[in-house]
């Protein structure tokens, strides 16, 4: 350790988490003296690429934002082009969507779960040398997975990037048979996922934290659904606003170390979205199964009540089985549409939306003119919304912990940021660790996996 408790810790890629990123953590006299969550792969240009394209073509192209969760960016699109042009989509269509959905939640929360965030808890650097000892449980995951692959397929068209989605409602509905055809498919996959909920409540958990301001939708049907694709902004500290306000209610602000935005509360601090902040604020609504799973997890002393960021990988298999469960009502009670796609003009006009993603809310604005060409678009995904509440929770994490190793150090704050936001897409990386002395001392280099 340097003279005087001062260093530096610099992660240059963080293993198993969105995009590309890094984190340097400064200490001096031991404490936390500065801590920065750098997301630097190059910005894309989607909000200024999509203006002066036609609102027919936004659901494909905002499919390609994200390869993991391309059917959240689909629906947050259309339904504010549906709002800016004054298209109500009802059921059994709307159905359609929300399975489609499930389908997504299904596929993500199963990788997240399985591939990126059991390997923490059990000591392995990655799911592959986890299967080694854990067999049965990644087979488990990715049969979970398959079976919300196979939802996004059949309604979404294929299952990466689908292109089935279309404003109004979709370009072919499913056939019954085909939506019938999945329900064996899925009674397996939930009897998995039942399964995979006891197995990851028996892990060991780190102590329940204050939670920050949670944020999530208030479903329309409040009484009885958990949120995902439709509804009113709701937070743990009393905001209460329909999505038209949601710029009004928070702001992005940018960080010289950052190539993503940082959104806060106008006036206020960070805020979390995601399965944390869905659950603390709507746990009731979870399907009568997960609400039992989750009494079950009393018995390994897991108070989910109590709010925790490692209890997240509980509470994604909980919204596995909610999803499935879901799903498998909403294929029941399908009766197939006269049409496919509601009729509509094109005119000009402001739409806004925001869904439920997997890893948190996500809201889209859109302004056309009056031949139904962007004008302006804006995105505002989870990550940039959870990044300065994920730095403020490390904050917390690493006070006291300067003396710690620094491959010690680098696994906490690793873990911490996968409780929130992981994703395949660096997942081969390895950490470089940098250690250096505030006082001008010579750095020591280290790496971890």
């Not at 208030?218 to 709701?234: F, K, L, T, W």
Request: aromatic share 6%; proline share 5%; charged share 20%.
């Amino acid at each position: 350790m340097a003279k005087g408790g001062n260093k530096t810790i610099k992660v240059n890629y963080l293993a198993r988490v969105e995009g590309e990123g890094a984190l340097t953590v400064r200490f001096r006299s031991g404490q936390v003296e500065d801590l920065q969550l750098k997301i630097f792969e190059p910005p894309r240009f989607f909000e200024a690429f999509l203006r002066g394209r036609s609102a027919l073509e936004v659901a494909d192209i905002t499919a390609r934002i994200c390869g993991i969760c391309p059917i959240a960016y689909q629906m947050s699109a259309v339904y504010a082009v549906e709002q800016a042009l004054g298209v109500t989509v009802e059921d059994p269509v709307a159905l359609l969507r929300r399975l489609l959905y499930c389908g997504e939640w299904i596929e993500s929360h199963a990788l997240h779960v399985y591939m990126l965030h059991a390997p923490d808890y059990l000591g392995y650097p990655d799911v592959v040398a986890m299967a080694k000892d854990y067999q049965r449980e990644v087979e488990r995951g990715l049969a979970i997975k398959k079976a919300g692959n196979a939802i996004v397929a059949i309604l979404g068209g294929r299952e990466i990037h689908p292109i089935n989605v279309r404003v109004g409602g979709f370009y072919r509905l499913p056939l019954r048979k085909e939506l019938d055809s999945l329900l064996e498919l899925l009674h397996h996959a939930l009897d998995a996922a039942c399964d995979g909920v006891r197995w990851v409540s028996a892990f060991t958990f780190t102590q329940a934290k204050a939670p920050p301001e949670l944020v999530a939708l208030q479903p329309i049907q409040s009484a009885v659904d958990y949120p995902m694709c439709e509804g009113r902004i709701i937070s743990s500290s009393g905001i209460n606003a329909d999505v038209a306000d949601f710029e009004r209610t928070f702001e992005e602000i940018q960080v010289p170390y950052s190539n993503a935005l940082h959104s806060i509360v106008k006036g206020g601090g960070s805020y979390l979205t995601g399965p944390l902040a869905r659950f603390h604020l709507h746990q009731s609504k979870l399907t009568p199964r997960a609400l039992n799973l989750i009494s079950e997890c009393g018995s390994h002393q897991v108070d989910l009540n109590k709010y925790n960021p490692s209890h997240s990988i509980i509470i994604r298999s909980l919204e596995i089985v909610h999803a499935l469960d879901t799903a498998i009502a909403a294929i029941k009670s399908y009766e197939v549409p006269a049409e496919a796609c509601k009729k509509f003009e094109l005119k000009s006009g402001t739409g806004m939306a925001a869904t439920e993603a997997p890893r948190g809310l996500l809201y889209h604005r859109y302004c056309l003119d009056a031949d139904g060409r962007i004008l302006d678009a804006k995105i505002v995904p989870p990550t940039s919304q959870n990044q300065r509440a994920i730095e403020d929770e490390l904050r917390i994490i690493l006070a006291g912990k300067s003396a710690m190793p620094k491959a010690d150090l680098s696994q906490i704050c690793e873990q911490a940021i996968r409780n929130h936001d992981p994703c395949i897409s660096c997942a081969t990386h390895f950490l470089k660790l940098n250690v250096l002395d505030l006082d001008g001392l010579s750095g020591v280099e280290g790496s971890a996996t």
